[in-house]
C-alpha cells in the first residue's frame, strides 16, 4: 500500500513527450551522412542519462562524440519540423494526467537530464498551459539518473518527504534513481525494455500517462 502521494515527479523525454524516437532518428541520420554506424542497442542504452561514460566505446568508435555533438546541435531544427503543431509530440493522456493532477491538488515536477531552457521549449509547445510547479536538470550540478540527487532535490524544493513522491519514468535510469531515492514509482515503457534484473526496481507499470490516473484513484 502506497504511502499518501502529494507530488508527481515526471521524467521527460520519452515520457511526457515524443523525443526519444526523434533524437534516436536525427543520430542515426547524422552518423548514415558521415558513413559511419553505432548499433542502436548502444545507443538505447544512454537514454535517460546527462552524462555518459563514451570511453567503453572509444576504441571501436571513436567519431562517436563528435556525431552526438552534431545531433544535439540540430536537434532543434529536427523537432520543429516534425512537431510543428503545438501537442503534436504529447504522449497519450499527458494533458488528461496534467489537469487531474492539478484538479485534485498534486504538486508537479519536471525533473529531466535534458537542460531547463530545452525543458522550458517543449513545455511550451505541449498544445496547452503545462503548469509545473518545478522543473530541474541534471545538468545543473546534479548528479545523473540512476543517482537519486535529482530526485531528492525536488522533494527538498518542494517541501516534500520521498516517500510522498510518485515519479513517472520510461528509462532503467529513472527507475534505479527513483528506487534508490526511496520514492514510489511507474514504470511506463517506450524505447527501451526492462529485463528481469530492471524489473525488480519497478514498482507499478502502466500502457500510458492516462492509466497513471486509475492508479491514482485507486489508493
Given at each position: 500500500m502506497m504511502e499518501t502521494i502529494n507530488t508527481v515527479i515526471f521524467d521527460m523525454d520519452g515520457l511526457m513527450?515524443?523525443?526519444?524516437?526523434?533524437?534516436?532518428?536525427?543520430?542515426?541520420?547524422?552518423?548514415?551522412?558521415?558513413?559511419?554506424?553505432?548499433?542502436?542497442?548502444?545507443?538505447?542504452?544512454?537514454?535517460?542519462?546527462?552524462?555518459?561514460?563514451?570511453?567503453i566505446y572509444h576504441k571501436d568508435y571513436p567519431w562517436l562524440e563528435d556525431m552526438l555533438k552534431i545531433a544535439d546541435d540540430e536537434f532543434v531544427?529536427?523537432?520543429?519540423?516534425?512537431?510543428?503543431i503545438p501537442g503534436s509530440a504529447?504522449?497519450?493522456?499527458l494533458k488528461e494526467l496534467h489537469d487531474y493532477l492539478k484538479t485534485n491538488h498534486y504538486k508537479i515536477c519536471i525533473a529531466s537530464s535534458s537542460s531547463v531552457p530545452h525543458i522550458k521549449?517543449?513545455?511550451?509547445?505541449?498544445?496547452?498551459?503545462?503548469?509545473?510547479?518545478?522543473?530541474?536538470?541534471s545538468q545543473d550540478a546534479y548528479a545523473s539518473k540512476p543517482a537519486p540527487d535529482l530526485?531528492?532535490?525536488?522533494?527538498?524544493?518542494?517541501?516534500?518527504?520521498?516517500?510522498?513522491c510518485l515519479v513517472l519514468e520510461d528509462s532503467k535510469n529513472g527507475i534505479r534513481a527513483a528506487y534508490n531515492a526511496n520514492m514510489h514509482r511507474i514504470w511506463?515503457?517506450?524505447?527501451?525494455?526492462?529485463?528481469?534484473?530492471?524489473?525488480?526496481?519497478?514498482?507499478?507499470?502502466?500502457?500510458?500517462?492516462?492509466?497513471?490516473?486509475d492508479i491514482l484513484e485507486a489508493m
Open positions: 513527450f515524443d523525443t526519444e524516437t526523434l533524437y534516436i532518428d536525427v543520430f542515426e541520420e547524422i552518423c548514415k551522412k558521415h558513413d559511419h554506424y553505432f548499433p542502436r542497442e548502444y545507443f538505447l542504452g544512454m537514454l535517460g542519462t546527462s552524462y555518459f561514460d563514451y570511453s531544427s529536427y523537432y520543429e519540423k516534425r512537431f510543428a504529447n504522449k497519450y493522456g521549449r517543449l513545455v511550451n509547445n505541449c498544445g496547452f498551459d503545462f503548469k509545473a510547479d518545478l522543473m530541474l536538470s530526485f531528492l532535490a525536488c522533494a527538498k524544493e518542494m517541501g516534500v518527504e520521498p516517500k510522498n511506463i515503457p517506450d524505447q527501451v525494455q526492462f529485463n528481469e534484473e530492471d524489473m525488480k526496481f519497478v514498482e507499478l507499470q502502466c500502457e500510458n500517462l492516462k492509466r497513471v490516473i
